[in-house]
């Protein structure tokens, strides 16, 4: 095997970093060109964070050349890898696009234009990214289209990093050599789908296509070679886990292949090829073994350690080993960590080096600008620029002998103790209680019973209308929350300033006609942390954004106690906006398993048990709205697919606890009392089973983006419960047509029956304006009257 030589070792390293920027300037940026701004501001903007950014690793102490990853993405890697690649779809090209460079002005204008869409072309799909709450922007393979490798403004990047590198205050002499890091081609098609002709005879056969993509990649690595890149990072995830519509026999063979052609080239980099979000599996360590592939990274946050054998097939290749995790906001226990590497320097019969399990890019920037927590808690959390230090010294460890880590060990078991002792962590109150829970807990009466009861009770007509909670979040709103969090409006002046945004609300949804009404979530910045800041057991930050997708960011929460619950949380408000009408108020809550899915959570206990602390708070806040009157009860789980393990031999355990808990959360409610549940971004099929169990009367649910196909397999499996299957999608500024929406009512009615089924859009419309808002819901109350009346003609009264 003909082998390019490594020109250094691979030394320790982060597999990525943060890219919108410690106070989200590229966010910013971005929605400023977006807005109509110069795209000049916006190439300037990416300069300078890309300055900032190399500078402040070589800061960190990532000063060895190729150990700062340059990860050139704007947006999203998966969209930069399509541009890089040449990957225009056949619908860009006909109004006018062609691959171009990412960094170039127009290659700024072709991602946003793949991002979101122009008034004649749609968007590529948005997918959940594994297992986490960020958002990649799906390719799209086409049998006529074929890649146009963009090889020179690779190369031409590389350059401009390295010119940023040279300008670094840090560097003393020589500025060390970045890392380009790039989706590799494995994982590229797998996450890709395919559309057209090609889409219809098999997915699956987007795969024939790697061997050209092979070859659109050794043109990157020719041309990076030759600007003088020594590694490049090659991310393979999609070896962590086996759910892939490919089977896992023809990914290991494309990767046995792909690494084997890549690897006998002789003008090209060293390949580091990481494996994150799981365990790479035997079979991968195999198949990477086998080829000439430098150095393989694995992931010790959510994967196995490979046993010597497994390790076997790399001997003589670097390995990386991810002991400090790119998923959680908690300090490494350094502890563990070292014995983790110890166990692999046995193991493995080549060089050992540290690295992050994953990009950083899914945790916040700097916990050390958090300085309004418990400064208790605040000494546990590791974010982005402390886990480098970890993996800085975790190398140390490897280097130094047995010694080098000792004060960090002793530092590192004073703080765990002093998290094992904080009153908040163990709530005797709360775990006592948990103890206690019984089967019938979670059981609510009959289905049958509930649904007579909640009939005389509520009245509804036909195909009721409703939406799925959120209105628009004017500027207007947000104005109201930043003036109370930064004091000038005092708790009265923000309560009557909410109110007044509930009244008008209601009054909207009073004149379009609407049956079930909401309050329309004003006072929440986020269903997740608006949840968590009302509850114990959470610390929230002021400056800890992560990208979601696109310039969208959030804030996950940080569960790190015993939850509970010390006050009501929405009922003031559901009370109020029910006071304001006689139609029917819902009330709306986030479920337990989408709370835990969209926070950091503590590792020191299952995920069930976390879970069902959750749902015993929020039992208590459906009872207090029940008893407060409201008859109807919405409690979202929209993340309830997006937990659902990679490996499918993990799933069944999972379902079974994170259906318990959501009836956890909802068995308190009477009969009379119907409880609404929401879902959307997810593929149901996998799970209908388990939304069934929820046991909820009536599920709203996402089903305009993917063609109204949950419909038909809802009706496949018998379903017998209240739906609502979005009838227009939300994610668009599109109002739709008032016939489109009679088909889709008129078919989910014919196919899932009249008895059963909601009108209602696919999700909330807090993203949208209320022009477009107010335009869709009048065009959903008439399309829906249409339908009942077809309904009534048909269906003879009854005496
Ligand atoms: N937790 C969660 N996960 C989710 C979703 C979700 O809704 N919630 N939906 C999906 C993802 N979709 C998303 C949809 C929208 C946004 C979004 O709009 N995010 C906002 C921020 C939301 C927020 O927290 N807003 C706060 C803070 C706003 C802010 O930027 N404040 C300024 C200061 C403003 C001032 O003082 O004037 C600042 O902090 O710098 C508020 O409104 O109160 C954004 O990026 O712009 C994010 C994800 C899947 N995962
Ligand atoms: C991401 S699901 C959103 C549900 C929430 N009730 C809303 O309308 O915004
Ligand atoms: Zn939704």
Redesign the pocket.
Known sequence: MTTAPPTHALPPTVLGYPRIGP??EI?KAL?AHWGGGDVAALIEAISSHRRRTLDHLVGLGLEEDSAVPADGAVIDQVLDASVLLGLVPRRFRDAGFAAVAPDAPEGLTLISALARGTSEVEPLELT?WFDT?Y?YYVPEIEADVAFAPQATALADRFRAFRALAEQSERTVGAAPLPRPTLLGPVSFLVLAKSVGAAAETSQAARFDRLEELVGAYAALLGALHEAGAAWIQLEEPVLSSDGWDIPREQVIAGISSAYEQLGRLTERPALFVPVSYGTAGDDALAALGGTAVEAVGIDLERGALPSAEALRPLAGTTLAAGVVGGLNVWRTDVSRAAALLDTLGERHQGPLTVSSSTSLQHVPHDAARETQLDPQVAGWLAFADQKVGEVLALAGHLTGGADALEGLRADDAARRRLREQHPQVHVESVRSRLTAVEPQDRRRAEAEHRRAAQETGLGLPPLPTTTIGSFP?TGE???I???H??GSLDQQGYEEAIREQIADCVRRQEDLGLDVLVHGEAER?????YFAENLEGFITT??G?VQ??G??????PILFGDVHRPAPITVDWIRYAASLTKKPVKGMLTGPV?IL??SFVRDDQPLADTADQIALALRDEVQDLQAAGVKIIQVDE??LR?LLPLQVAERPDYLRWSVESFRLSTSGANAATQLHTHL??SEFETVIDAIDALDADVTTLEASRSGFEVVSALSEHGFSRGIGPGVWDIHSPRVPGVDELIDRLRLAAEVLGTQRVWSNPDC?L??RGWEETEASLRHLVNATAVVRAELAAKVPASV
């Open positions: 106070d989200r966010k929605e959940k709450n958002h979040q709103i947000r104005r929350r930043a003036a969090r930064r910045n986020d269903m997740v942390q002021a400056h954004w979601s997708y310039s969208r960011c959030l804030r996950p989408t899915a969209w929209p993340a997006e959307c971004y909330g807090k993203t």
